[in-house]
Nanobody, 114 residues
Framework: QLVESGGGLVQPGGSLRLSCRFSGATFNNYAIGWFRQAPGKERELVGAIGWSDRPKSLGRFTISRDNAKSMTYLQMNDLKPEDTAVFYC??????????????WGQGTQVTVSS
């Protein structure tokens, strides 16, 4: 099971940290991806992290994980209105690129607006 939290309403330029709690399987066996889906658009990959990866900078966003707590985080800074979306975490694997298993959280809404 994957459960996201930490979404909400934030002003442009603000920050949020999303969390994804993993349970029901061995966390270290999975890479975790963060996706987002804006209204009227397809779901897109924001970034993904493997079990042994250090925190990854994705520009304004940073993805990290705490294997001891089975948690993954998405720190989002300098948020813009175009970042408004439902954010999902996903369990998957790396084979060159990131590939998703059909194992998703319920999503958390992020709204960036003044």
């Amino acid at each position: 099971q994957l459960v996201e939290s930490g979404g909400g309403l934030v002003q442009p330029g603000g920050s949020l940290r999303l969390s994804c709690r993993f349970s029901g399987a061995t966390f270290n066996n999975y890479a975790i991806g963060w996706f987002r889906q804006a209204p009227g658009k397809e779901r897109e990959l924001v970034g993904a992290i493997g079990w042994s990866d250090r925190p990854k900078s994705l520009g304004r966003f940073t993805i990290s994980r705490d294997n001891a707590k089975s948690m993954t985080y998405l720190q989002m800074n300098d948020l813009k209105p175009e970042d408004t979306a439902v954010f999902y975490c996903n369990a998957g694997y790396f084979a060159g690129n990131y590939y998703s298993y059909n194992f998703w959280g319920q999503g958390t809404q992020v709204t960036v607006s003044s």
